[in-house]
């Protein structure tokens, strides 16, 4: 009988009318029997199939997932500073992690390439660049460059592209500067 009463109400939602099948499919298995084999076999995927569906709408109602921060240590300090005889950008990430150098030579092809752009640009467009003009290049040594620019506020990133802070037209003096700053102390960048 509660078979028939389940079946003639209406159910509230997609989780109400799955437990109502639910219901009426024991009922019917209780009643046959051996005979209703392939309904115990429905009853199961049904249920395999409605737990996932519940996990997925529990997962999308939690919203997406937060950012797991980046495994690498995080970065201390800026300096400009002598190595092997050249002037260059140092990227402190630490006691136990042997710093990132770039030479002036790139800092300089960086502060060309972004200061004569009005319109954003990505790492790669920028990278790609400096390769044709400088020759081979780890890209560690420009983006210590980019991040070292974010950091001092010469550079912007937003939506994955970079643009001058304050625009193109004193971008080549304000990366000048920041650069003569960390020469005289070193620049902590703010926490992520």
Known sequence: MESLKLARSTP?????????????LEARIAREGAKAADLSIALTHLNRGRT??????????AGPPKREGRTGARITEYRVEL?????????????MTEPFRTPHSVY?????????????FDFML???????????????????CTRFMVAAGVLRHERRRFVAADGPKGFSKAAA?????????????PAR
């Open 83 to 95: 190595f092997d005889g050249q002037e260059t950008l140092t990227e402190y990430r630490g006691p």
């Open 126 to 144: 920028l990278f790609d660049t400096l390769r044709k003009s400088l020759g081979e290049l780890p890209d560690y040594r420009v983006r210590v």
């Open 108 to 120: 300089l092809a960086v502060v060309k390439f972004a200061g004569g752009r009005k319109d954003p």
């Open 52 to 61: 996932q569906v519940e996990a997925e709408l529990a997962r999308v109602a």
């Open 12 to 24: 509230n939602s997609w989780s109400e009318s799955l437990g109502n099948v639910q219901v009426l």
């Open 177 to 189: 500067d920041a650069w003569a700053a960390a020469a005289k102390s070193p620049l902590i960048p």
